[in-house]
Each structure stands twice: as C-alpha cells, then as structure tokens.
C-alpha cells in the first residue's frame, strides 16, 4: 500500500471507531436514567458509593428533601445535561472498547508477523482485564474513602456534594486504578523485549515500592490514606507477579542459550556458527566464453554514455 492507501485506511477506521463511540454515547446517555438487562442505572451504579455514606443525624451527608432518597446537588440549569453526557462519554468510551479495539488491531495487523499479531492479540486481552480489575477495585474504595474525608466535619458538618464534583472525582478514581493497573502488563513487556532484566528488577526492587508508594499519593484525586494504600499495596502485589513472570522468563532464556552453547564460549573461541554459503547460494562459475580478455574493448561507463 502506499502512503495515500496507508491514510485512506487509517480514516476509514478511525471513522467507524468514531461511529461505534458515538453509538454506545447514546446507549450511556439513556442508561443513566433507566435500567436495562437487570442492571440498575447508571446513574444510582455510580452514585452508590456516596449512598452508603450514613445520612444525618448520624452521618456526614445531608438529605435533600427531606426524603430519604440518595441525591446528589445541581447549582446550574446546564449543569444536569452536561453531566449526563459526560458520564455517557465515558461510558461509551468503555463500551465501545472491543469496537474501537478491533479496527485498530485490523489496522496494525497486515505489518506483523504472525508470532506478533499473537503476542498483540495477547497484551490487548490482559490490558483490557487489568483496567477492568482497576476500576472495580475503585469503585469499592471510593466508598471509605469519601466515609473518611467526610467524617472530619464531625457533627458541625453536614455535606451534600455537587453532582460535578462528585462524578469528576468518581471517573478520576476509575481512570486512575484502571491505567496504573497497566504497569505489570509494562514491565512484562519490557522484559520480553530485553530492556528490563529479572536482575535488575530484584536490584532496583525496594525504589521501585517506594516510587509505587509516592505514586499512589500523588495520583488519587481524593488524598484519602484508604484510596493511597489500596491503590499502593494493589500496585505492590502487581509488580511482584510481574518481577516473577520476568524472573521464569529469564530463567528459561538463559537455560535455553545453555543448551545452544552460547553462555559456554570463551573469548577467544570462534563463534559455532556455520559460514559457509549453501550450495544455492554458491556463485556460478564463469564460462571461457563470456569471461573478459585482453583483446576485448574497454566497457563504457555510464557517465561517459550520458
């Protein structure tokens, strides 16, 4: 293909990816509001965290109403439509994942060998499963956390949080447990492709945890010790398994380099590799009548033609 085709094929896929994300945009935009294949709504899923935070007199928030309804608090017309879209967005971004999945992996594909398009096959599936298992880690985290943030107030304080504060703070959890789950899938990757050796891993492994540590304070939006350990000791667990995974893979590469010979070679021993041209590949020899004598005329050369 050429650089035009190349193109042409890179906008083709990247408008049906655009189609697919529109389409499940508009099945998160009605979800919000109603139930659909025995799941509850999107909205009450995502509000779920903040109703199990005891109402008052002996909780931290504060019913609206005068009901017992869990509700969260708008402060402008706009703010109810742009809110929905916004979470419809992000729902349909994960909705449409195995759409927009497929036509990339349609596009990267004609350019790998068939071990890679497994290989790819193979990250694309863990990726997915890691930022799944993220986001349910932080779904069941936001609850104590917002318990612990709101509990300072005491009895002083009531809170009832903002729609947009409250799903912005809610889609960030996600985002965040989902790619930094990522990181063993990386470190894998890394391994298999000779940047990051088991040994260098088991030497660097003590500033690696601490890094995962200040990673996890930093990168939590909400600050609160439950949200920072569970993400830390989460990512903690991760980089074992990974530093295990490139521990067996380094054991197996070196073993097999044992076995074709190359660990036992001194430097002054010549390599075991063959050479010598297979008899394809030998130059066919010359017959006496087309050989160059002394009597033929000197060749032209190009330039002196031009």
Known sequence: MTLIEHLYELRYRLTVSLIALAIATVVGFMWFEHAALGLPSLGHLLTGPYCEVPPQPHGPRVVLGGS???????????????????VAMAAGAVLSCPFWLYQLWSFITPGLYAKERKFALTFVGFAAFLFGAGAV???FVVAQGLLFLLSFGGETVG????????????????AVFGVSFELPLLVVMLNRVGVLTYERLRNWRRGLIFALFVFAAVATPGQDPF?????????????????????????????????????GLSDDEPSPLNHTPEAAEQPEPVSPSTAPTATDPPRQRFDDVT
């Not at 706009?78 to 879209?85: E, G, H, I, P, Y």
């Not at 809170?159 to 996600?174: E, P, Q, V």
């Open 68 to 86: 017992d309804e869990c509700r969260l608090l708008g402060t402008a017309p706009f703010d109810a439509f742009m809110l929905r879209l916004k």
């Open 137 to 139: 880690l932080a779904y």
């Open 159 to 174: 809170f009832s949080l903002t729609a947009d504060k409250y799903f912005g703070f809610m889609l960030g959890m996600l």
């Open 227 to 263: 949200s920072m350990l569970a993400l830390a000791l989460a990512l903690t667990a991760l980089f074992e398994g990974a530093v295990q995974v490139a521990r067996l893979h380094d054991r197996r590469k070196a073993r097999q380099r044992l076995e074709e010979g190359w660990d």
